[in-house]
């Protein structure tokens, strides 16, 4: 079983590689995004990943920051997988960047406080310097090595430093949802919704993602504590999901009931479109429907709430997708589809397989540096 | 009897000497009102011009429209640059969407494959058999109130003093959030790519270079604008040198205005200021400084 893992994942990662060398080398010669569609997987992955990031942070919260000692045991857990799909995501937007070597750009001349971009960055750093921090003082606090008042001392600025993540959090991560949600011009990401369904999405697909690994992975199957936390997670990623649903709900009704085509457009494109199934089949059936079911019905079993999550877990890039995509392929005025012809003016859009090749490689990496960092740091089997 | 038939007579000729003075005199105006209407350096001294065209009324006492704006830019051109305002209006009526302003432009900012700045949307009104089509020229709005000005994370696009909106081609990173930004998908991104790819060799015009925001911008793999966001400049590297956008000068039905906002008495201002004036997508708050008449 191992060595199928390990040889599906070395192969996954130098496909990847191949792909990384191509944008390295050739720039976006290889995409499939254009000028109409313009942003593509590699956003949508980037939303994804930064949102399990905030969301795996947010639980490790509740550990650090409300001392739940229940979860007590997943606190390093959360931390290094909020550590882990930050890079990943970071990595996804790098990749996404037209000129990737001028990133640097964004810290030296941010054009603040207008662009909602420059803000999300410079959030987003500030909360990888905390989660670093945070992380390095959690592990030191665990490592047996600090006593009497200064491991009080150390304990009482790791609340601290939770606490401020917490606020932290929420600000970069509704900050996302704030870049899409202030383009005027787009009616579909332009609504006050935007940024708390960000949100609550990241809360969702991060627990999901903890929740998935913590039954998999952990290597402590028998005891009471692990069903407990399982039931528990569970739990919290049914509610999330329910009340994600009712946002999604809140938001498709609104704009659709009565609404303008033009306004709509992207939301019909998104039911019926081209794409219908990524949202029917894919978000509804497999991430809503099916995960709701057992989690009514297997709470109690934690093998069926991690696959309940897991599902969840994977089908949320398809809810982000639903994000990116549906908003671009409608045109701004019509007659712009017809008005000139190239495939990069083109109002549909299917990843490239360099494309997925590179978000392939994005997610072996995170698969390897967690698999490390689990190897060596022992999170699925903390030895107190 | 005799008497009023002589009475008659009189007043014949006297009405006729009057009418006949009148209409000499009304000619004598005209002649004179034209002759100081009509242009003079248009015609040999001493032949009256006749009002033949639009482009007459329109092109004041230059030979055409055209070089009548050609010379308003070259006088706004000695204006401090921020009391320069770079507007243009296009006919629609006048438009019949040829696009050679959209292959003017390409060939005049040797822009890649995908990359257009002014494309012409054709949209067709009406049902059969009471149709007709509507040719709807798309350069840059080069709004007052940019939308994807204030959206850039590292500000390297900005309006310019003279109104234009301008891209620091060294700056931008590519991130693309200006094109989902554009309420008019004026902005589009270079993807480093050549019309004759594929083919045994590509071609060395494909790689000169482009003259705009004044630089020199060479095609070379990796290297600004590839990796950018593009849009039209309005030219701004002709009106340097006192030429009209290529749009302009190219359209052979005379559909574009250019000019200086500022300036009351240049074209530009005659034309826009009417009330077959409409702006694209009023709703958003953009401003834009291209106007379109209909």
């Avoid at chain 1, 390295?24 to 010669?29: E, H, Q, V």
């Amino acid at each position: 079983m191992k060595k199928v893992f390990y040889v599906l994942w070395a192969v996954a990662f130098l496909f990847g590689a191949f792909g990384v060398y191509q944008k390295l080398a050739y720039g976006d010669l290889f995409v499939n995004f254009g000028s109409r569609v313009v942003w593509g997987l590699w956003v949508a992955m980037y939303i994804y990943f930064i949102g399990l990031s905030a969301g795996a942070f947010l639980l490790s919260s509740l550990v650090y920051v409300f001392k739940m000692k229940i979860f007590e045991k997943l606190g390093k857990l959360a931390l290094i997988t909020a550590l882990i799909t930050l890079i990943c995501a970071l990595l996804s937007i790098w990749f996404d960047l037209g000129h990737q070597w001028r990133f640097f750009e964004v810290f030296t001349t941010p054009n603040l406080p207008s662009s909602m971009m420059a803000w999300m960055i410079w959030l987003y750093t500030a909360y990888f310097l905390l989660l670093l921090g945070e992380t390095l003082l959690a592990f030191r606090i665990d490592s047996g090595k600090l006593t009497g008042a200064k491991l009080v001392r150390k304990q009482r600025t790791l609340q601290i430093l939770a606490s401020v993540g917490i606020p932290l959090a929420i600000a970069f991560h509704g900050g996302v949802g704030a870049l899409f949600g202030v383009v005027a011009s787009n009616p579909i990401w332009h609504s006050a919704l935007t940024p708390i369904y960000f949100l609550v999405g990241a809360i969702l697909s991060g627990c999901a993602l903890l929740t998935m690994i913590f039954v998999f992975l952990w290597k402590d199957k028998t005891s009471e504590d692990y069903r407990q936390i399982s039931f528990l997670l569970g739990r919290i990623v049914l509610v999330t999901l329910l009340f994600d649903l009712l946002l999604e709900w809140s938001e498709l009704s609104i704009s659709m009931w009565l609404g303008s085509s033009t306004h709509t457009l992207g939301f019909k494109e998104m039911l019926y479109g081209h794409y219908w199934y990524v949202f029917w089949i894919i978000h509804i059936l497999l991430g809503v429907i099916v995960p709701v079911v057992i989690f009514l019905v297997k709470s109690r079993k934690p093998y069926w709430v991690g696959l309940a999550s897991l599902l969840v877990v994977f089908t949320f890039l398809g809810v982000r997708l639903n994000i990116v995509i549906p908003g671009l392929v409608t045109p701004k005025i019509a007659g712009m589809a017809s008005a000139f012809f190239s495939k990069r003016l083109l109002y549909s859009y299917t990843p490239s397989s360099q494309e997925w090749l590179v978000g392939l490689f994005i997610v072996a990496l995170g698969i390897a540096l967690f698999y490390i960092g689990d190897k060596y740091l022992k999170l699925t089997n903390p030895h107190n | 009897m005799e008497n009023k038939k002589k009475n008659k007579e009189e007043n014949r000729r006297k009405f006729l000497k009057s009418t006949g003075t009148l209409a000499l005199g009304g000619l004598a105006l005209s002649a004179f009102i034209s002759e100081s209407l009509v242009a003079k350096p248009k015609s040999a001294p001493g032949k009256v011009m006749e009002f033949t065209s639009v482009e007459d009324l329109l092109s004041g006492p230059y030979e055409s429209a055209k070089l009548r704006m050609q010379d308003e830019v070259r006088r706004s051109l000695k204006k401090p640059i921020e009391k320069r305002k770079w507007g243009m209006a296009i006919d629609i009526r006048k438009c019949i969407g040829c696009n050679a302003c959209t292959v003017a432009c390409i060939a005049e900012n040797v822009l890649p494959p995908g990359v257009v700045y002014r494309p012409v949307i054709k949209k067709e009104v009406g049902s059969y058999p009471n149709v007709s089509l509507i040719n709807l020229p798309r350069p840059c709005m080069q709004c007052e109130d940019p939308p994807c000005v204030p959206v850039c994370p590292v500000g390297a696009t900005f309006i310019r003093k003279d109104g234009i909106i301008e891209i620091n081609y060294d700056h931008c990173i590519g991130c693309r959030y200006c094109l989902t930004a554009c309420p008019y998908g004026a902005r589009v991104f270079d993807f480093g790519e050549y019309y004759t790819d594929n083919t045994p060799q590509v071609m060395a015009y494909e790689s000169r270079p482009s003259f705009e925001y004044g630089k020199k911008w060479p095609r070379k793999k990796g290297d600004s604008p590839i990796g950018n966001a593009r849009k039209c400049t309005f030219c701004e590297h002709r009106l340097a040198d006192g030429l009209l956008p290529q749009c302009v000068t190219t359209c052979i039905g005379g559909a574009n205005y250019f000019g200086d906002l500022n300036e009351p008495d240049h074209l530009i201002n005659k034309v826009i200021n009417r009330d077959n004036v409409t702006i694209l997508k009023e709703e958003e708050g953009t401003s834009p400084k291209v106007f379109y008449l209909r």
